[in-house]
């Protein structure tokens, strides 16, 4: 499984109709759907924004997509299956499209949607996938420093802290330190 190593864009105009793609690192169908909404603001005039996204859950991972009145599998599906097939995980990828006057057959639909999608993916970039955990630790106000220097090196970063007699912090890292993690600064 893999995610994007940074959010990217693409274009491409095919038979007069230009079709423009964006590809971000979503991680909630929140997130995809403003997401949407700030590609939609952005592009007014459009006559399709077309759109797939693979979010990765407790339940497994969901895909979904939109075709946005294009004909039945021509424009959502084509991205959806891209994502598939490299296995990509918390990304949506949405292509705007502004019709140029030239119908472009069911083929030659999913060819642009498609290949203007991969563009975007190929611009951003993919680095491997690491699942991320969510956990409450405290520790004393001495390992505060050690706690954050460790944190760091696992790429992890902190949510929230709150200090009263101890430090507590909510804290996201990657779900396969979390045991070490957790046992290396209980109280």
Do not use: W
């Not at 924004?49 to 075709?67: C, N, Q």
């Amino acid at each position: 499984m893999i995610t994007l190593q940074q959010q990217a864009s693409a274009e491409q105009t095919i038979q007069k109709s230009r079709f423009i793609a964006q590809a971000k690192y979503c991680e909630t169908e929140r997130e995809v759907a403003l997401f949407l909404r700030q590609l939609a603001s952005q592009h007014p005039t459009a006559h399709h924004l077309a759109y797939a996204y693979r979010i990765k859950t407790a339940e497994g991972v969901i895909p979904r997509f939109s075709d946005a009145g294009e004909p039945s599998g021509t424009a959502g599906k084509p991205i959806l299956q891209i994502l598939d097939g490299q296995q990509y995980i918390n990304v949506c990828v949405g292509v705007i499209r502004y019709y140029g006057g030239i119908n472009l057959g069911t083929g030659g639909l999913v060819k642009a949607y498609g290949g203007t999608a991969k563009l975007a993916l190929e611009h951003a970039g993919s680095t491997p996938y690491i699942e991320m955990q969510e956990i409450q630790i405290t520790t004393s106000y001495k390992r505060v420093d050690e706690l954050t220097r460790e944190l760091s090196k696992l790429k992890g970063t902190v949510l929230n802290k709150v200090f009263d007699e101890a430090a507590h912090f909510i804290v996201r890292l990657p779900a396969q330190s979390v045991q070490q993690f957790q046992q290396r600064f209980q109280p």
